[in-house]
């Protein structure tokens, strides 16, 4: 069956960086993409970007462009998702989903990230 | 940049059925997919592409996409239909995947 799991909770400093991991299984991890959503304490579900697991191509929201790197290993059947610069906005939980494509049909448990001094 | 837009939230008595809607321009024109979320879970895809249902999901959901307005709708609503719905599409224009607010149904 398909599973997508994700690394454990990070507290983090403001500016400092945060890295999650999204390991996949129960598929062919190259024939599809992973994308990236979070979801602030109390909000809606907010998309991040996207990987291609096979091409290595990556898009990104504007609102993120240039503070998020995505990549993955296929060797290990993992995709990440870096998020640098983080600001006390950026506390939130972080869920990486398989790209169908177009619908996100399989979604990771979620990574609480809490930024705090 | 493409905008979704959802009422904040529904009411329905168990039994009835609910209706929840996702605006957008010309969204009749995209494929709109339905994600449900219940508190401290991950959302569940309940709807793909207008009214394709994934294995698992009760053919009590379906949907509908027409003009300005998506449409999903919950037949014989249960205590347990009580989440957070949204609905999403992928915007050409930008290559973004986009997400309405959200709904809460409430039962």
């Known amino acids: 069956q398909v599973q997508l799991v994700q690394s454990g909770a990070e507290v983090k400093k403001p500016g400092a960086s945060v890295k999650v991991s999204c390991k996949a299984s129960?598929?062919?991890?190259?024939?599809?993409?992973i994308d990236w959503v979070r979801q602030a304490p109390g909000q809606g579900l907010e998309w991040m970007g996207w990987i291609h697991a096979g091409t290595g191509d990556t898009k990104f929201s504007q609102k993120f462009q240039g503070r998020v790197t995505i990549t993955r290993d296929t060797s290990a059947s993992t995709a990440y998702m870096e998020l640098r610069s983080l600001r006390y906005e950026d506390t939130a939980v972080y869920y990486c989903a398989r790209d169908a494509p177009g619908d996100l049909d399989y979604w990771g448990q979620g990574t609480l990230v809490t930024v705090s001094s | 940049s493409y905008v979704l837009t959802q009422a904040p939230s529904v009411s329905v008595a168990p039994g009835k059925t609910a209706r929840i809607t996702c605006g957008g321009n010309n969204i009749g024109s995209k494929s709109v997919h339905w994600y449900q979320q219940k508190p401290g879970q991950a959302p569940v895809l309940v709807i793909y592409?207008?009214?394709d249902r994934p294995s698992g999901i009760p053919e009590r959901f379906s949907g509908s996409n027409s003009g300005n307005t998506a449409t999903l709708t919950i037949s014989r609503v249960e205590a347990g239909d009580e989440a957070d719905y949204y609905c999403q599409v992928w915007d050409n224009s930008s290559d973004h995947v986009v997400f309405g607010g959200g709904t809460k149904l409430s039962v």
């Open positions: 129960g598929y062919s991890f190259t024939s599809f993409a």
């Open positions: 592409y207008d009214g």
